[in-house]
Nanobody, 121 residues
């Protein structure tokens, strides 16, 4: 059983940066980040394949967010720059038992508990 633990959330002013981390306890392949704002549905943010060679981003974060992974630490990161108030949400890390990255949340096998990100205007 894979366990995912997110960290790095917090309160930041608009235009600022945060880096989220997701540490995995077991072997993981493709991984992704999703977010859910209050009263809204969960939405895809970014994903990375098992090899790290393929990444996907939501249009709303493209050019501002970067997903990366450190195999030695079994950790995936989400670097978030130029943050906007609309980025405020709970951010969740997810992992798959396959190397293929996907933007579809239902295709992920494991989920973390989430970390809160608040961007003030």
């Amino acid at each position: 059983q894979v366990q995912l633990v997110e960290s790095g959330g917090g309160l930041v002013q608009a235009g600022g940066s945060l880096r989220l981390s997701c540490a995995a306890s077991g072997r993981t392949y493709a991984m992704g980040w999703f977010r859910q704002a209050p009263g809204q549905a969960r939405e895809f943010v970014a994903a990375i394949s098992g090899s790290g060679g393929t990444t996907y981003y939501a249009d709303s974060v493209k050019g501002r967010f970067t997903i990366a992974r450190d195999y030695a630490k079994n950790t995936v990161y989400l670097q978030m720059n130029s943050l906007k108030p609309e980025d405020t949400a709970d951010y969740y890390c997810a992992a798959r038992d396959t190397v293929l990255a996907t933007t579809v949340d239902k295709l992920y096998d494991y989920w973390g508990q989430g970390t809160q990100v608040t961007v003030s205007s």
